[in-house]
């Protein structure tokens, strides 16, 4: 499967434990998206990449949360200190084109206790 | 500021109806649109495209989409509903410019009968 890959699928922590998240792109996409889905709603956009640049991050991306894509490859997403209110669904896409379309994983889903 | 509203939050229909998923724009600019669908457990997949050529969008499935411009809407239609086409779908708008960052609906719930 030459797909979008997110790993772990599911992560349970406690309050105050720090997380990380791995995504591997489809590899000849250079650009790479993370979005956060809470239960009921659409997602949100955390942040992107082109190549290994981070160059646009969200509002919603507290200073806890630290993303990177050391070789342009493969992206990583760390939570410190997680809250209760991190708790949902983080997907990463990556992207073909133009016309742009963005190819989703998976997902992790974290619970925080 | 762009922005997608889906103007149902749960729709239901039994099997081998139409069914219609309602979704209506904000955009500064000429969108791209798409509908993806999200089945339990499963990642968004992409149904549908729409950037600037035909107004009428085939997608996977039997799905399809009509953007009008004059309506500001991109309403996802298919003619018979199978079972498994029970999942959540999204009404999405990409930002243009060189972010390219998706801006999502809420989301519809649809739910097939048998």
């Known amino acids: 499967d030459t797909g979008v890959s997110q790993d772990p699928r599911h992560k349970i922590t406690k309050r105050g434990q720090n997380v990380t998240f791995r995504c591997d792109p489809i590899?000849?996409?250079?650009?790479l998206y993370w979005y956060r889905q809470t239960l009921g709603q659409g997602p949100e956009f955390l942040t992107y990449f082109q190549n290994e640049a981070q160059l646009e991050k969200s509002r919603l991306l507290s200073d806890r949360f630290s993303a990177e894509r050391p070789k342009g490859s493969f992206s990583t997403l760390e939570i410190q200190r997680t809250e209760q209110g991190d708790s949902a669904m983080y997907l990463c896409?990556?992207?073909?084109?133009?016309?742009?379309?963005?190819?989703f994983g998976p997902g992790t889903r974290l619970l925080v206790l | 500021a762009q922005s997608v509203t889906q103007l149902d939050s749960h729709v239901s229909v039994s099997e081998g109806t139409p069914v219609l998923l309602r979704c209506n724009y904000s955009?500064?600019?000429?969108?791209?649109l798409f509908w993806y669908v999200q089945h339990p457990n499963k990642g968004l997949q992409l149904l549908l495209k729409?950037?600037?050529?035909?107004?009428l969008v085939k997608g996977i499935n039997g799905f399809e989409a009509e953007f009008k411009k004059s309506e500001t809407s991109f309403h996802l239609t298919k003619p018979s509903a199978h079972m498994s086409d029970a999942a959540e779908y999204f009404c999405v708008v990409n930002l243009s410019g060189n972010t390219g960052k998706l801006i999502f609906g809420q989301g519809t719930t649809l739910q097939v009968k048998p």
């Open positions: 590899s000849e996409h250079n650009r």
């Open positions: 729409y950037t600037s050529a035909a107004t």
């Open positions: 896409a990556s992207v073909s084109g133009p016309p742009e379309t963005q190819y």
């Open positions: 955009s500064s600019y000429s969108p791209s």
